[in-house]
């Protein structure tokens, strides 16, 4: 495949390139049958048109840029760090009471409950750093999911409070740039590369396949239509003019991405005192 000078076209310039594919000749183009949030349409992407191959392709790629360029500042992850702690102090409180309960089956299945989801006196996990909460929170989600621990959650009635942890610590991963189930973050700046790499190459094929039918097609509507849906594209080229490369050495850019993947997560902020 042919290389048309995407590599040279900035994370910022790919991401506000979505408007274009809501204009002109691709408005009318409609993706709406496959466009899902798992990106995995049950409709066959195999059985769509070109067009709407391309603008899926293309905006699939976009939102996994905006993605890795999205995650939570310092102040946003405090906020989510907050709702997770406030659940997990949630949690700990209801469990606490059942524990206090007349009926002794339920006295017991509480303090099994607290015996496997809880930290310390109860609320140890909210001083743990965000990763750490991040896998907490996964841990008790899982546990209590299953035998034996699942009846337990049945019978004191802490479904809704598990779903608040579920919540929470999904809406923490996030921020942090996690994917469900991930161990760590991925260093974001490693994160913008790969997705920036990734908009690359479905550019530079949609371009391509475009280009080719252009070639191939005669004069008419038919090929208007293609010359329409491919002139964003080359005035996207044309706004990102080749430039020289990078005069920073390898072992520099490996360097800093060391540094940045071994930073620590900052503490979680300390809950007020039992």
């Not at 002109?24 to 709406?32: E, L, N, P, T």
């Not at 949690?91 to 524990?99: E, G, K």
């Not at 930290?119 to 896998?135: H, I, K, L, N």
Request: hydrophobic fraction near 45%; charge should be negative; aromatic fraction near 6%.
């Amino acid at each position: 495949m042919a290389s048309y000078g995407y590599s040279f076209v900035t994370d910022k310039a790919f991401s506000a390139f979505a408007r274009d594919l809501e204009q002109g000749a691709w408005k009318s183009v409609s993706i709406a049958k496959y466009d899902v949030p798992n990106r995995v349409p049950t409709a066959l992407l195999l059985e769509a048109p070109k067009p709407v191959i391309w603008k899926v392709r293309a905006l699939w790629s976009i939102a996994a840029l905006d993605e890795a360029l999205g995650v939570a500042s310092a102040a946003a992850l405090a906020e989510l760090d907050t709702e997770w702690d406030a659940s997990q102090r949630a949690l700990h409180l209801f469990l606490a009471s059942a524990a206090e309960s007349k009926e002794p089956a339920q006295r017991d299945a509480a303090v099994r409950l607290r015996g496997a989801l809880l930290a310390g006196a109860g609320t140890e996990q909210t001083r743990y750093t965000y990763d750490a909460e991040v896998d907490y929170g996964w841990h008790q989600v899982a546990v209590a999911g299953k035998a034996p621990l699942a009846a337990d959650v049945k019978k004191v009635g802490a479904g809704p409070h598990l779903r608040r942890v579920e919540e929470a610590t999904e809406a923490l991963a996030k921020g942090l740039g996690r994917s469900s189930g991930q161990k760590r973050a991925v260093a974001r700046s490693k994160r913008i590369r790969e997705a920036v790499a990734a908009c690359t190459q479905a550019f530079n094929a949609i371009h391509d396949d475009i280009g080719w039918l252009i070639e191939h097609t005669p004069s008419g509507k038919h090929r208007e239509l293609l010359e329409a849906l491919h002139a964003p594209f080359l005035a996207l080229l044309e706004r990102s003019p080749q430039r020289a490369p990078a005069a920073a050495a390898p072992e520099e850019e490996v360097a800093e991405d060391a540094e940045e993947e071994g930073a620590e997560e900052p503490e979680a902020p300390e809950s007020a005192p039992e």
